[in-house]
């Protein structure tokens, strides 16, 4: 398989302008530990991620809200001035939030794959949508 990366982006902690972390300017989990947490639910992979880096700190996760969709987990960050990790894919942005980069994640890289064969057409096409609808599903520019 030959794959062609999308783009590189840095997951970002979500937090209100006026939260004592809002000033860094990068996050730790371990700056996090004990913050009141919003996520999607269990069947999202970025669950996983932030109940994983807690548990490496033997900490328990702090989560006041497992959120089915994007427009619930905002609607709850807002009223409750929580906190979340944001990223291309897990797109939070609600007003008065500044986004931090967060230190020990690893980048998010959506990529396509296309067979080393044949490249089909599927795959092409596939990777030329994306690219072609990026500002849609809140792509940077950059590939």
């Not at 030959?2 to 990068?26: F, G, M, V, W």
């Not at 069947?43 to 996760?61: A, G, Q, R, W």
């Not at 960050?77 to 980069?101: C, D, T, W």
């Not at 080393?116 to 590939?143: C, F, G, M, V, W």
Request: hydrophobic content about 40%.
């Amino acid at each position: 398989m030959n794959y062609r990366i999308l783009i590189e982006s840095p997951d970002y902690l979500c937090l209100p302008e006026e939260h004592p972390l809002a000033q860094k300017t990068s996050i730790h989990f371990r700056d996090i530990q004990n913050e009141p947490f919003v996520t999607m639910n269990a069947d999202f992979k970025i669950y996983d991620c932030y109940v994983n880096h807690i548990l490496e700190l033997s900490c328990s996760p702090k989560i006041i809200f497992n959120a089915a969709s994007l427009e619930a987990a905002e609607e709850v960050l807002k009223r409750k001035k929580a906190i979340a990790m944001h990223n291309v894919q897990y797109h939070l942005s609600p007003e008065g939030f500044v986004k931090i980069p967060m230190k020990e994640k690893a980048q998010w890289r959506p990529q396509v794959a296309l067979h080393k064969l044949n490249n089909s057409e599927a795959a092409k096409n596939l990777y030329q949508y994306i690219i072609d609808h990026r500002s849609e599903i809140h792509l940077p520019n950059e590939t």
